[in-house]
């Protein structure tokens, strides 16, 4: 397929701006069973996130005497994309995602209060549109709280980047791949600490300093409906109501 | 300790209790033992499949996706498309599920489902033959978000919404043209299923997971227009013949009921 | 209720540090680590995973015999135990017992004493943050559902409740569901006895009156919302520990409970 072109007339493919974040729709408690769970509808990404724990650690020799080991699990699901089916199971990809997403939570997630026992995020990605990574880092955020799991700061996520030679804010359909570089970004709310950082393209130092404080602006934007989404489950107490 | 154990202990402190309870006529939520609970179904959920819909019955989610692809055929049927039925036990659906690749539940359950959308030839394979060595494939994927008890009549009722809702791609130089469609898959029948649990000598429909925990047994009957198009019994205890006979009309009735949320 | 006023993790509480739980302090400043609402200057958190501590009633059930003991599901990490040498009552797998917890560590260990083996009955599991509004300021919310619906009901603070088979089970089982889903409201109590009226239970005890008599003015206003007082705080929940003991000897003399 030949390039699109990314930006016209200042106006990306679907008309956005290059700092407007496509329609994000966060609902927490939206599963019965799990313990914590969220669902977040980005673009057209469509990504389900539910957490057990603390529970027992399996296989018991991995567990931690002193906190709770966190096992975090992305998968997409066959039917994801608009393509072809592909294989389900865990692919080299989606394995290096869950290992930057468990990192990202690391350092917030309170796991020393949990000694021995394991704390479990998966991640069900339904529909994919560009930038799934962040999208289910954001539902993971918001299931973990649902839970009720202590954690010392919120992390909100998005992909900045650049498109044809212009830095962008949140990557969308055809722009991850067609663009000139795609940087997912975790940021903490309080301290603005970036807990997850990747990139590929070409970037000079300065677009790279621009994309980093995008990035910020963005995720606190991200923030802002991850709590609304929190706040909201408490209007009614209903919980495990899933609408996709 | 494994989930396994505790299932089976819960069972034992459930099965007693609900017992006492059924031998009063009642069911832990104020349902008949023929009534289902509530039901709602939702097409179209993800629109990167050729059709989709999530089912839920009484807090039991699954969500069904159909693709379509191109493969070369089986070798036994060189004319005839593809259809293959794949599930998977999302690990956050209940505390009980593991990671890892289906587990015999999870088999069973796409295996059972898939069964009777074959068996009622709802699916002609035929018309998906495109040139010699090439025919389309139909996937099937049933993906459980939430497990309340009955996935398999959850999971029928989702497969077949997504049926319905699912278009035919445009095929192009024996190529898929994706985002053109030529129609829908003109289903004859709507195959769905209905499940019964015995506890002690009662027989339970549409068991909610509590009810699950004190079950001896299961009994699915799928159907198509008053006629069988599935059963399948699971579980360690048995059944009478005429039991067998008396819950298939119940599944007639009951499968009826359902197909109003299509 | 107003949305505004719940707090998410990360969030500022507090201009100033405020050493309580479930919170976290930086730069001088107080944040939530949990999801969470403020009252009165206390932080009250709604979503909270169980922390197990002495003094706690636990339900459980037992999951494996052993010379030693007992170990007990309790919905936690790690199973409970109950040490042969401490209880003169032999269990076998299965059984569902009403202990409290004598000793629980920071490693997740639990020692449970003064077990005694439940009858037949149904076990519900609900959030632990929801117990304190289910068992209500001196029982009261306990003792409304228990009258209204004839049931047995035992909780444990790890969230496990146990109902026994007589009386209206169902009724039982929809107005836990009913107080798990309003705890963070106010007038609970009274709109639990409405609701139990309206479902065909029937409240006679008065919702408000305490077991033990009066109450100063000011905690009256405060028990119309156990969320406010400090006795629902699941850190602090130590003055309803007898309550719930005594109406437990109460209901065993009515049931057989094996002794001995």
């Known amino acids: ?244 | 300790m494994g989930e396994e154990t505790k299932t089976k202990i819960l069972r034992e402190v459930r099965k007693d209790f609900l017992q006492e309870l059924l031998n009063k006529g009642k069911r832990f939520d104020e349902r008949g033992a023929n009534d289902w609970r509530p039901v709602e179904v939702q097409k179209g959920a993800i629109s990167s499949a050729e059709g989709s819909a999530l089912a839920e019955i009484g807090g039991t989610k699954v969500v069904a996706a159909v693709k379509f692809g191109i493969m070369s055929p089986f070798p036994d049927r060189p004319n005839d498309g593809v259809f293959m039925t794949g599930a998977e036990f999302v690990p956050f659906a209940s505390p009980g599920f593991e990671t890892g690749p289906p587990g015999e539940n999870a088999i069973e359950f796409a295996r059972v489902i898939d069964r009777g959308i074959r068996s009622s030839e709802i699916i002609d394979v035929s018309k998906f033959f495109i040139e010699e060595g090439k025919v389309m494939a139909l996937f099937l994927d049933l993906w459980v978000l939430d497990y309340c008890g009955n996935l398999m009549d959850t999971g029928s009722l989702a497969a077949c919404a997504a049926l319905l809702d699912a278009k035919v791609p445009k095929i192009e130089d024996g190529e898929i043209v994706r985002g053109e469609y030529t129609g829908g898959l003109d289903m004859k029948y709507k195959p769905l299923t209905t499940s019964f649990i015995k506890v002690g000598n009662h027989f339970l429909m549409d068991p909610s997971r509590d009810e699950e925990y004190a079950k001896d047994m299961t009994l699915t009957v799928g159907s198509v227009e008053g006629k069988v198009a599935s059963i399948q019994k699971s579980g360690n205890a048995g059944l009478g013949r005429d039991k067998v006979l008396e819950l298939v009309d119940i599944a007639f009735e009951k499968s009826d009921e359902l197909s109003k949320y299509l | 209720m107003n949305i505004e006023k719940i707090i998410v993790p990360g969030e500022l509480i507090w201009e100033q540090e405020m050493r309580v739980a479930n919170t976290v302090v930086a730069d001088g400043k107080t944040y939530a680590t949990v999801v969470g609402m403020v009252r009165d200057d206390r932080f009250i958190p709604l979503e909270l995973v169980y922390k197990a501590k002495a003094g706690d009633n636990v339900v459980g059930v037992v999951t494996d015999v052993r010379h030693a003991g007992y170990s007990v599901d309790l919905g936690l990490a790690q199973d409970g135990f109950i040490s042969s040498k401490f209880t003169r009552v032999s269990f076998k797998q299965g059984d569902l017992i009403f202990g409290r917890i004598k000793f629980a560590d920071e490693v997740g260990n639990v020692d449970i004493t003064d077990a005694k083996r439940l009858p037949t009955g149904k076990l519900v599991d609900v959030p632990a943050s929801k117990v304190p509004r289910i068992i209500g300021k001196r029982s009261s919310m306990l003792n409304v559902l228990r009258d209204g619906t004839g049931c047995s009901i035992f909780v444990g603070n790890n969230g496990y409740i146990w109902v026994g088979e007589k009386g209206n089970v169902q009724l039982s089982l929809k107005t836990i569901d009913f107080i798990v889903r309003k705890a963070h409201t106010q007038g609970l109590t009274d709109a639990v006895a409405k609701y139990l009226n309206e479902n065909g239970g029937n409240v006679t005890v008065p919702p408000r009156d305490a077991p033990e008599g009066a109450m100063p003015p000011k905690e009256e206003t405060a028990g119309e919302n156990p969320l406010m007082h400090p006795a629902a705080e699941t850190e602090k929940v130590q003055p309803e520990q007898p309550e719930v003991v005594e109406e437990t000897k109460k209901t065993e003399e009515k049931l057989d409970i094996e002794e001995m």
């Open chain 1, 1 to 244: 397929m030949e390039k699109p072109e990314l930006i016209k007339d200042g106006k990306r493919l679907d008309g956005r701006g290059p700092k407007d974040i496509r329609p994000l729709r966060i609902e927490a408690g939206i599963l019965k069973e799990a313990e914590g769970s969220a669902l977040v509808e980005w673009g057209g990404n469509k990504v389900l996130a539910g957490v057990y724990g603390p529970r027992e650690c399996i296989p018991r020799h991995l567990s931690d005497p002193y906190k709770a080991r966190l096992k975090v699990r992305y998968t997409m699901a066959p039917f994801c994309s608009p393509g072809e089916h592909s294989r389900s199971g865990p692919n080299r990809r989606s394995i290096e995602i869950s290992k930057v997403i468990r990192e990202a939570f690391e350092p917030v997630v309170m796991t020393h209060l949990f000694p021995r026992s394991q704390i479990e995020v998966y991640i069900e990605v339904l529909q994919a549109e560009g930038g799934t990574r962040v999208a289910a880092l954001t539902a993971a955020a918001v299931a973990l709280a649902d839970a009720g799991i202590p954690m010392k700061d919120m992390v909100s996520a998005i992909a900045v980047g650049k498109l044809d030679g212009q830095v962008v804010t949140d990557l969308g359909k055809d722009e991850d791949n067609y663009g000139e570089s795609d940087v997912p970004m975790a940021i903490t709310h309080r301290n603005k600490e970036i807990v997850l950082l990747q990139m590929d393209g070409l970037l000079t130092k300065e677009e790279l300093a621009q994309n980093l404080d995008d990035a910020i602006e963005g995720c606190g934007k991200v923030y802002e409906i991850q709590a609304a989404a929190l706040r909201k489950t408490y209007e009614n107490g209903e919980r495990g109501k899933l609408k996709l």
